[in-house]
């Protein structure tokens, strides 16, 4: 059974920086494309970014230069680091697993069909 646990969400002020991780169990994890994305009150969920089996990563423009994905395949773990944050970061960030296996990873939401419970990002400005 795939289970995604994300945590690390907290509040800070604008400026910040915060540290997400995302514990993958019931698969293999380091076969799979992983993403974030996040949803803020009122908006539809968007994509923050993906990270590859080879570690290359894609970001939405509202973060590049900001935020960065890494993960850990011994830990089977998946890590969202955020600088600078901003008052529009504020959103539930959700982790998530690709559907199929493969080295392609887009950022769509419908190519991913496993997802966390997501962790609350406050930025106070």
């Known amino acids: 059974q795939v289970q995604l646990v994300e945590s690390g969400g907290a509040s800070v002020q604008a400026g910040g920086s915060l540290r997400l991780s995302c514990a993958a169990s019931?698969?293999?994890?380091?076969?799979?494309?992983m993403g974030w994305f996040r949803q803020a009150p009122g908006r539809e969920r968007e994509g923050v970014g993906s990270?590859?089996?080879?570690?290359?990563?894609t970001y939405a423009d509202a973060v590049k230069g900001r935020f960065t994905i890494s993960r850990d395949n011994t830990k089977s773990t998946l890590y969202l680091q955020m600088n600078s944050l901003k008052p529009d970061d504020t959103a539930i960030y959700y982790c998530?697993?690709?559907?199929?296996?493969?080295?392609?990873?887009?950022?769509?939401?419908?190519?991913?069909?496993?997802w966390g419970q997501g962790t609350q990002v406050t930025v106070s400005s």
């Open positions: 990270i590859r089996l080879d570690g290359i990563t």
């Open positions: 998530a697993r690709r559907r199929w296996t493969g080295i392609y990873c887009p950022l769509a939401e419908s190519e991913f069909g496993y």
């Open positions: 019931g698969y293999t994890y380091s076969a799979y494309c």
